[in-house]
């Protein structure tokens, strides 16, 4: 996590203009770092979507989020559930993965989007299922695997 990492995230929180920008992570302790850092600047009404293959390192980021506020033991994939809730002091956060939602009519029926003024909500495969119904302010994570090497990872982090 470089200088420049730090204030890419800051950026990223000022709401009044779009920004992009990109991380490369070298191993999962580096996502766990990148998780860290943003979980300074969540809070109710905060949505972050996190994309891309299976294995790709989703959860290690919300792990290293919920490192944050001591709650890293609680995060387990809401495989049966849609939604995880852990609780900070402040306010709680969903842990959501819609990876077996259909689109975003399943999510409207099953769940709601209560949640999302509730808490921070932080959605595992949020693009690919719910993109429809996502809010503009909504932050946007897409990770790809390199090719040639198992450990890294590129973060692609924008914001309309
Ligand atoms: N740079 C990296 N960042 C994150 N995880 C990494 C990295 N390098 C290797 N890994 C490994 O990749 C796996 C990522 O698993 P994780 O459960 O976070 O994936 P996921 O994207 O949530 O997958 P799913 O779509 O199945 O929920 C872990 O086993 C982790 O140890
Ligand atoms: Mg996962």
Same mark, same amino acid.
């Given at each position: ?64 989020? #919920? ?52 808490? #921070? ?40």
């Amino acid at each position: 996590m470089t200088e420049k990492d730090i204030k890419n995230i800051q950026e990223l929180f000022n709401f009044n203009k779009s920004f992009e920008f990109e991380f490369i992570s070298n191993n999962e302790e580096d996502t766990k770092k990148l998780g860290k850092e943003f979980a300074k600047y969540i809070s109710i009404g905060k949505i972050i979507t996190l994309n891309g293959e299976l294995g790709s390192g989703k959860t290690v980021f919300l792990m290293g989020l #919920a490192s944050y506020f001591n709650l890293e033991n609680e995060v387990c994939s809401p495989t049966f559930t849609i939604v995880n809730e852990y609780n900070t002091k402040d306010f709680p956060i969903y842990h959501f993965d819609v990876y077996r939602l259909k689109n975003s009519d399943e999510f409207l029926e099953g769940v709601g989007t209560d949640y999302f003024y509730n808490g #921070a909500c932080i959605i595992e495969w949020g693009d690919e299922v719910i993109e429809d119904i996502l809010p503009k302010d909504t932050i946007h994570i897409n990770i790809t695997k390199s090719d040639t090497n198992p450990t890294v990872r590129t973060f692609r982090i924008w914001r309309k």
